[in-house]
C-alpha cells in the first residue's frame, strides 16, 4: 500500500495567515478541491453503507481480530520509523482480508483505525495527507468489496478453496490496487502538474511490491475465513516483511537527498569510488561534472526560498532526464551538484555538460506572476587527463567551476592537462600558459 505526500507550495493569497494552522490551506486550489471531494466521498460512503448493514457480532469480532493483527504489526515496525514522502507498507494484508470477508462498510473504517495508529504511534505527519489517505485506501477496499461480495453473495465458499472465488478475490484485489494507486498519482500530480505520471504511477519495484501485498491479503483471507485463529500464524511473516521493507525503504532514504531525491554527498562519494576503482582495474575512462547554479542566492532573495526549492528540485529532474541509467548524479550541497560519467571520454563529457547547459537555461518555473530561469556553470575533469582518485578529479572540476564563473557563469570549463611526471622540461614560455580551458 502507497502513503501519499505532496508538495507544499508558496500560499495562496489570503491563505499566508492561516497556512500554519491549516497547511492544506497552503496547496493549490485544484489540489484543495481534489483532496476535499476525495473526503467527502469517503464520507458519504461511510453514510450509506452504515445504514444499510447488516452488523452481527462474528463480523465486528473478524474486523477486531484483523485490526488487532494490524496494530500488532505497526507496532513491530514502529522502532523503524517510518521514511518521508511516499512510503511502502504492507498492512493491505490487513485490509484485502476485511474487504473480502466482511460487509464494505467495514472496509472504510479499516484505514481509518490504522492511519489514526500511524499518525498517533510512527510517524505524525501533516494530518490532511492522514485523511486523504485513509479516504482513498476506504474508498478503494469498499469499491472491491462491494463487488466481490455482488459477485460471490456467500463469503464461505473462499476458504474452501473454490476455483471460481479465489480468482474472483484476486481481480478484486488488483482493483483494490489499481484504484488506491490512480487517487493517489492523480493527488501527486495535481500537487506537482510538472511531474510526469510514469513518476506516479507504477514502476517495476511498485509492481512487485504490489503482487506480494495481493497475495499476502488473498492468503491471509482464505486462512481468516477457514479460521481466525489461524491469524497467529499468518502475523510472524507478514510482521518480518514488514520491517525487511521499511529498513530497505529507510536504507534508501538515508543515500539520497530529500529535497531533490539524488544521492546525497556521501552516498554519491561511495559510488563515484566504486566506479573509479572499476575504471582503474579495466582501463576504462570516465568523466567528473561539478555543476552549479549560476546566481541561485538571487533567487532566493528576489523570490523566496520556496521557489529556491522549487528551482533546485527542477534542476535535478533535468539533469537526471538527461543522463545515462548508470550515470552517478547527486547533490554536492547547497547549489552545486556532482556527476559521474562512467567509460565518457574528453569529447563526450563536453556534448553531456553542454547539452545539460542548454536543456537547463531553456526552463521556466513558475513563482507567482512570473517565470524564473536560471543558468549553470559547470566544471569538468577527466580521470588519468586530470587526476587518478576522486579527490583529484574533484580539486580539477572545481578550479574549473570557479574559472567558468570568472568568465561570466553560464558556461563549461575544462582544466588543462597535468604535467607528465618525467617530461623533459620545457623551454620558458613568453607568457605563462592558461591552466583552464574554456570549452
Not at 158 to 181: D, E, Y
Not at 227 to 238: D, E, I, Q, T, Y
Not at 258 to 273: C, F, M, S, V, Y
Not at 333 to 357: H, K, M, N, Y
Amino acid at each position: 500500500m502507497a502513503a501519499t505526500s505532496h508538495t507544499s507550495v508558496k500560499p495562496r493569497a489570503g491563505a499566508s495567515t492561516l497556512a500554519d494552522r491549516w497547511p492544506l490551506l497552503a496547496q493549490r486550489r485544484a489540489l484543495v478541491a481534489y483532496l476535499s471531494g476525495i473526503v467527502a466521498l469517503d464520507l458519504a460512503a461511510i453514510g450509506f453503507f452504515a445504514t444499510s448493514a447488516n452488523f452481527r457480532w462474528s463480523d465486528l469480532l473478524t474486523f477486531l481480530a484483523l485490526m488487532v493483527c494490524g496494530a500488532v504489526c505497526i507496532e513491530a515496525t514502529r522502532r523503524l520509523g517510518m521514511p518521508a514522502g511516499v512510503s511502502r507498507d504492507l498492512l493491505s494484508a490487513w485490509w484485502l482480508p476485511v474487504a473480502l470477508l466482511l460487509p464494505p462498510v467495514y472496509a472504510l473504517f479499516a484505514p481509518i483505525v490504522l492511519q489514526t495508529l500511524l499518525q498517533w504511534r510512527v510517524r505524525a505527519t501533516v494530518l490532511y495527507r492522514r485523511v486523504f489517505s485513509a479516504a482513498a485506501i476506504g474508498l478503494a477496499a469498499c469499491t472491491a468489496s462491494a463487488l466481490f461480495h455482488a459477485l460471490v453473495p456467500d463469503v464461505s465458499v473462499l476458504s474452501q478453496g473454490s476455483g471460481p472465488s479465489i480468482m474472483l478475490a484476486i481481480g478484486c484485489a488488483v482493483l483494490f490496487a489499481v484504484l488506491n494507486t490512480a487517487l493517489i498519482a492523480v493527488a501527486a500530480h495535481t500537487a506537482d502538474p510538472d511531474t510526469r505520471w510514469r513518476e506516479v504511477l507504477w514502476d517495476r519495484e511498485s509492481v512487485l511490491l504490489d503482487v506480494v501485498e495481493l497475495c499476502l491479503g488473498v492468503i491471509v483471507a482464505i486462512a481468516c475465513g477457514l479460521n481466525p485463529a489461524l491469524l497467529v500464524l499468518a502475523l510472524p511473516p507478514v510482521v518480518l516483511l514488514q520491517r525487511s521493507l521499511l529498513h530497505a525503504q529507510l536504507q534508501a532514504a538515508a543515500r539520497t537527498d530529500p529535497k531533490t531525491g539524488l544521492l546525497n554527498a556521501a552516498a554519491w562519494q561511495r559510488e563515484a569510488d566504486t566506479e573509479i576503482v572499476r575504471a582503474r582495474r579495466t582501463g576504462e575512462t570516465l568523466a567528473l561534472l561539478i555543476v552549479d547554479i549560476d546566481h541561485f542566492k538571487r533567487v532566493n532573495d528576489t523570490h523566496g526560498h520556496l521557489i529556491g526549492d522549487q528551482v533546485l528540485i527542477a534542476v535535478a529532474a533535468m539533469l537526471r532526464s538527461q543522463l545515462r541509467e548508470y550515470d552517478v548524479v547527486g547533490r554536492f550541497g547547497g547549489e552545486e551538484f556532482v556527476v559521474l560519467l562512467p567509460g565518457a571520454d574528453i569529447s563526450e563529457a563536453r556534448r553531456v555538460a553542454e547539452r545539460l547547459r542548454s536543456r537547463v537555461g531553456r526552463m521556466a518555473i513558475p513563482a507567482d506572476d512570473v517565470m524564473v530561469t536560471v543558468t549553470i556553470s559547470a566544471g569538468v575533469a577527466i580521470m588519468s587527463l586530470h587526476g587518478d582518485d576522486l579527490i583529484e578529479l574533484l580539486a580539477a572540476a572545481d578550479l574549473a567551476l570557479y574559472r567558468a564563473k570568472e568568465l561570466g557563469r553560464d558556461r563549461i570549463c575544462l582544466p588543462a592537462p597535468r604535467t607528465p611526471p618525467h617530461s623533459p622540461t620545457p623551454e620558458r614560455p613568453s607568457s605563462p600558459p592558461d591552466p583552464i580551458a574554456e570549452l
